[in-house]
């Protein structure tokens, strides 16, 4: 199945985030596992949260 690129980077990014981690990544983390600027990152992410896609 392939999903926007917004909903694929909010989904990984929950998986990361659900994983046992001592701490809360940040932006700038999570945007470097996923090989992207943090500006792109949040923008895109900021859509789902939001209701939309691309």
């Not at 990361?16 to 981690?21: E, Q, R, V």
């Not at 923008?43 to 896609?53: I, L, P």
């Amino acid at each position: 199945m392939k999903f926007p690129k917004a909903t694929d980077y909010a989904l990984h990014t929950m998986l990361f985030l659900t994983a046992a981690t001592p701490q809360k990544p940040g932006v700038q983390q999570l945007a470097e596992r996923q090989s992207v600027s943090p500006t792109y990152f949040v923008q895109n992410t900021d859509q789902v949260g939001e209701g939309g896609h691309d």
